[in-house]
């Protein structure tokens, strides 16, 4: 299997390479040229383990690297740091099934690829033969940080830097990252948005006189974010697992379509999602659900990518974002992989903050459903939910909830449906607690955690335990413009 540029159709790599990488040197992002074909057998695949599913998918998908190696960086990856032997288990609540994607070291979904990614990382070197010391630069709406960094900490020949946008993350997202151990971890908040962020990292990873720079110090950079396909891959693997324990739990038989309701933002996890669907998971419907920041609906409603716009900040921060990196891949999928057609949208998005594509491949979307939740819609659904069930939904995962509703009202979801369940409520105490009618004002995040656990009844996730009082090791912020500046200052050192 190979993966080539979305920006150049020449460009073709190794899974091995891509995952070093992480961004094609054109700027493109690195998809499958194909996808793999599995044999599923779903009453053979219902009783794999996680585990056991991860080492079937990965290895299709990565297939420079051997069995034992696949199989040795998911049992590195899947293992107790996990809460729950299942890994992501499927939890059906009030007729409808949820993915609990929020059981890992950092309790968001990024802990399913980011326990995994600096296995595959080190591994892809192996085979590669490469000796560089690997720079790991991540810009971070407030999840994939902390996840990213609890996988690289203390990992030899690698350092991690993390931006996040001051003020735009929880405030248990932003003491998870400033607490963070590990001697080649670098966490520096910047005065701008995420997408301001993103755009940067990107930007320096195309930056060529620094990449020369680097390689001079025998260093390159890499990426956490789900730009690379080290993490998108691995995303996969639980579309599959879903399938599989519905079948299980009886919820369907083997063959029948089922969809998948995402909240999004960068569009990684519904990408993974599309992937499992084309290499053969029985899918109807990708319901891709945003919040106030909802430009991805726009789209799906006429077919025009439009940045011209406020980006709003929500309590569902972790999907305010308005360029959503992974939708590069869609669109090259959708438009027949035309890498020049491609490339000249994302000028135009640059340079005028919005593309269009034609009429005649808005069909190739047709697997997709949108919708959005407002902020008070967003709110209405956690208490909903929690009356009805007494189950305690994060912001993210109930605007995936109410957007499912709002869908199957217009019946355009009318199958078995799985909601991708992908923050603890305990990452969001106040969004959630204001949600359920409590008043908030003055409360300290240490009473917020304790009332959250009486409401909910589940127990405090390890991953809160000792957080509050943990050491500040980084308290460095800066402006988008000296971003540059830092990250040579750390890369160099
Ligand atoms: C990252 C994240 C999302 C958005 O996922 P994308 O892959 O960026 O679309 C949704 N919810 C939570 C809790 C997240 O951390």
């Known amino acids: 299997m190979q993966y080539k540029s979305t920006r150049n159709n020449q460009y073709l790599v190794s899974a091995s390479e891509a995952i070093i990488k992480g961004l094609a040197d054109d700027g493109g992002l690195f998809v499958p040229t194909s996808f793999p074909t599995f044999n599923l057998d779903w009453n053979e695949l219902k009783e794999f383990s996680y585990q056991e599913m991860a080492t079937f998918v990965l290895r299709a998908f990565l297939d420079d690297f051997s069995a034992e190696q696949v199989q040795t960086c998911v049992e590195a990856a899947y293992d107790d740091k996990f809460d ?15 993915l609990e994607l929020f059981h890992g070291p950092t309790i968001a979904f990024k802990d399913q690829a980011l326990s995994i990614l600096p296995h595959l990382m080190s591994t892809a070197n192996q085979i590669q033969d490469n000796n560089r010391d690997i720079v790991i630069l991540t ?16 990992v030899p020949g690698t350092k991690i830097i993390v931006f996040y946008p001051k003020g735009g993350v929880s405030s248990i997202q932003e003491q998870q990252m400033v607490s ?22 990107k930007e320096l990873f195309n930056d060529e006189t620094l990449r020369a720079k680097l390689a001079e110090h025998d260093t390159q950079f890499s990426s956490a974010n789900s730009m690379n396909i080290g993490r998108l891959v691995p995303q996969i693997v639980y579309y599959f697992y879903a399938y ?15 969809d998948f309701c995402v909240p999004t933002g960068n569009f990684g996890n519904i990408l993974a999602a599309y992937y ?9 419907k990708l319901l891709c659900a945003s919040n106030d920041n909802r430009v991805l609906y726009d789209f799906f409603h006429g077919g025009k990518y439009d940045i011209n716009r406020e980006f709003e900040l929500t309590i569902s921060p972790s999907m305010d974002i308005l360029i959503s990196s992974n939708f590069e891949r869609l669109v090259f999928h959708a438009i027949n992989e035309d890498d020049r057609l491609l490339k000249e949208y994302m000028q135009e998005l640059t340079d005028r903050k919005s593309y269009a594509i034609p009429e005649k491949y808005h069909a190739n979307f047709s697997e997709f459903v949108a919708e959005f939740a407002t902020q008070t819609e967003t709110m209405e659904e956690i208490k909903e939910v929690y009356e009805k069930t007494g189950y305690v939904l994060d912001p993210h995962t109930a605007v995936a909830s109410k957007a499912h509703r709002k869908a199957s009202q217009q019946s ?3 199958k078995p449906v799985v909601i991708i369940s992908t923050a603890s409520p305990y990452k969001f105490p106040e969004a959630v607690l204001r949600a359920l009618g409590i ?19 589940v127990a405090y996730p390890e991953a ?4 509050l009082e943990a050491e500040v090791r980084h308290n460095t912020t800066i402006d988008i413009e000296d971003m540059k500046a830092k990250v040579e200052e750390i890369a160099l050192a």
Do not use: C, W
């Open 84 to 98: 729950d032997p299942a890994i992501a288990p499927l939890v059906e609540v009030g007729g409808k099934h949820y």
């Open 244 to 258: 599989a324990q519905m079948v299980k739990q009886q919820a369907i038989l083997p063959g029948d379509l089922i």
């Open 412 to 414: 355009l979801s009318h």
């Open 439 to 457: 008043e908030t004002d003055g409360l300290s995040d240490a009473d917020l955690l304790n009332k959250l656990n009486e409401l909910s009844g």
């Open 180 to 201: 963070q151990v590990g001697d080649n971890t670098y966490v520096i908040a910047v005065n701008g948005n995420f997408d301001r962020a993103q755009s940067k990292v």
């Open 139 to 154: 810009a971070t709406s407030g999840d994939t940080g902390k996840a990213a960094m609890a996988g690289f900490a203390d």
């Open 464 to 467: 809160i335990e000792g957080l």
């Open 276 to 284: 499992a669907k084309q290499s053969g998971v029985p899918i109807d």
